[in-house]
């Protein structure tokens, strides 16, 4: 298996340009994660789909960002107008429901790396 | 967002030691708690996970402690070596869906 494929892996733009950025789940995962990993922060979660839909979106952290999953094996996360802030390496993740008796693993691609100056 | 509360933020020890990174919930409703283990310029990796009703989970030299009643559970690493230098993050996934939770993470370097 592939794992979790992500696009563009290193961005670098100009602060008030549209960041997109795009991930390719594992195939049969259902649930698809978008995390940012700052060295202030951590990871947050920003929001995550089950079967396509937008479960929970409270981690988005403002209207800039915006996150669609038009099918199962397609996601993007959209910044637009991006800021200095923004500036983090943000990962796509999937997983599948697990089994009854433990848990899920969530499989993380390797990040897109963005720079906003 | 954040309702995992990890610590120390780095730690150092020396081949052989034993570091042991905590971590802290507040809410209740966390049915499944996994650590994960990232190198550089790589995603998270899972490691090793327990469930609530589980005192400790033992894999290799990993090993989770976990005390529901402190909201408490920790990772100790057995005989560490340096190719364990990496972030580790303990998470937590809510009951009745899938939303992971992550503290903030542990630099860990073991000295050769």
């Known amino acids: 298996d592939a794992g979790v494929i992500q696009s563009p892996r290193h961005e670098v733009t100009e602060m008030g340009q549209e960041v997109t950025l795009r991930c390719k789940p594992i195939?049969?995962?259902?649930?698809l994660f978008w995390y940012r990993q700052t060295m202030m922060r951590g990871l947050e979660l920003l929001i995550y789909?089950?079967?396509?839909?937008?479960?929970?979106d409270s981690g988005m952290p403002e209207d800039r960002f915006s996150a669609k999953m038009p099918n199962a094996s397609f996601s993007t996360l959209k910044i637009q107008p991006s800021e200095p802030r923004d500036s983090a390496v943000y990962f796509c993740?999937?997983?599948?429901?697990?089994?009854?008796?433990?848990?899920?693993?969530?499989?993380f691609g390797e990040g897109s790396w963005l720079t906003v100056v | 967002q954040q309702q995992v509360k990890q610590s120390p933020q780095s730690l150092i020890v020396q081949k052989g030691g034993i570091p042991i990174i905590n971590c802290a919930y507040e809410?209740?409703?966390?049915?499944?708690f996994p650590w994960y283990q990232q190198f550089p310029g790589k995603g998270p990796a899972l490691l090793i996970a327990?469930?609530?009703?589980?005192s400790e989970k033992k894999e290799g030299r990993f090993t989770i402690s976990f005390n529901k009643s402190a909201k408490q559970f920790s990772l100790h690493i057995m005989d560490s070596q340096p190719g364990d230098s990496a972030t580790y993050f303990c998470?937590?996934?809510?009951?009745?869906?899938?939303?992971?939770?992550f503290g903030a993470g542990t630099r860990l370097f073991v000295k050769a």
């Open positions: 998470a937590a996934r809510g009951t009745g869906g899938f939303k992971t939770i």
């Open positions: 195939s049969g995962h259902d649930y």
């Open positions: 327990i469930r609530p009703d589980v």
């Open positions: 789909f089950n079967n396509n839909v937008p479960i929970d």
């Open positions: 993740a999937s997983s599948s429901p697990g089994s009854v008796s433990f848990g899920n693993t969530i499989y």
């Open positions: 809410n209740t409703a966390f049915d499944y």
